[in-house]
């Protein structure tokens, strides 16, 4: 039996899942969202074709967002970033036509004959100048003061882990590609033992309880003849030895059966061989490992 190299895998898989639970990764992840979401305001703003920021699952896949983040969480970022850009474009224009507006209201005073609405139209001009050019834009996103040192450590630390998972993973599958049909368990012995009990009976028990018999006398092999027998000396004998026959193949097909695992073994380790059971964050991974994938082949 392999109850006990079961029994290991378990502990092994709590283990690792325990050590899952002490690494960084909220943190990792929103250090590199920010970088990710930073890059994409900055490529926002240097380009002069907006359209191309409509595909947020393009900008996502060309981003270095965490692997271990969660892409709907990732893609939520990215959208909202976006809305607030293009808002504070729209809020800029409309700044830009009130300031263009205001421009040509001065320019129109500045032509005035009137000498103290032109000053005043001057010092306007100037303000309004002044006024537009005080505060650049502001990025949107909080300041970068990553240590990227610091988060290359933590990448290291949990990519280890995600190899030991692997390895312990690929043990799991292997020890269910082995138990599941239950080799240690013979069903033609489980037969045997069956088909050696009832010929026990039919042949040497049921034959014997009629003897001996009289001479000239007729068999009668009826089952209400054989109740009598059960109940004389002879048929007490009949049935100890029945007992201590019928104990050595029960003892074989109790030690048979005890060979076979349990559902429940086998459905534990099952779900031990899934990537999300030791860290919801590994199940991000392989989800965006597969969403990767596909838009790699669709950009191809």
Request: glycine content about 2%.
């Amino acid at each position: 039996m392999r109850l006990q190299e079961i029994e290991r895998l378990l502990q092994d898989a709590q283990g690792l899942c325990l050590k899952s639970a002490n690494r960084y990764f909220h943190w990792y992840n929103k250090e590199r969202a920010k970088s990710a979401l930073y890059n994409i305001e900055e490529a926002y703003l240097s380009s002069e074709d907006k359209a191309e920021f409509t595909d947020i699952n393009s900008i996502y896949y060309k981003q270095k967002f965490s692997p271990y983040q969660n892409r709907q969480e990732a893609l939520s970022s990215i959208a909202t970033l976006l809305d607030d850009l293009r808002e504070r474009d729209e809020m800029e224009r409309a700044e830009n036509a009130e300031f263009q507006r205001s421009m040509d209201l001065h320019e129109a005073n500045l032509n005035s004959e009137n000498p103290f609405l032109s000053i005043e139209a001057k010092l306007g001009q100037a303000a309004l100048s002044y006024n537009r050019h005080l505060n650049p834009k502001t990025s949107l996103i909080s300041e970068m003061n990553m240590d990227w040192k610091e988060l290359g450590r933590e990448y290291d630390l949990i990519e280890a882990l995600a190899t030991d998972i692997t390895i312990h993973r690929r043990k799991i599958l292997d020890m269910i590609a082995g138990i599941q049909q239950n080799p240690e368990h013979s069903r033609q012995i489980t037969l045997a033992l069956l088909a050696i009990t009832f010929l026990f009976f039919a042949g040497v028990i049921w034959p014997l309880s009629f003897l001996p018999q009289i001479e000239g006398a007729q068999p009668n092999p009826t089952f209400a003849a054989f109740i009598p027998t059960l109940q004389s000396f002879k048929g007490l004998m009949l049935a100890i030895v029945s007992v201590c026959f019928i104990a050595i193949p029960a003892i074989f097909m109790r030690m048979n059966e005890s060979l076979k695992y349990s559902m429940s073994t086998i459905k534990e380790l099952r779900e031990w061989s899934e990537l999300s059971k030791y860290s919801e964050y590994f199940g991000y991974k392989k989800e965006n490992d597969e969403f990767r994938s596909l838009l790699k082949k669709l950009h191809e």
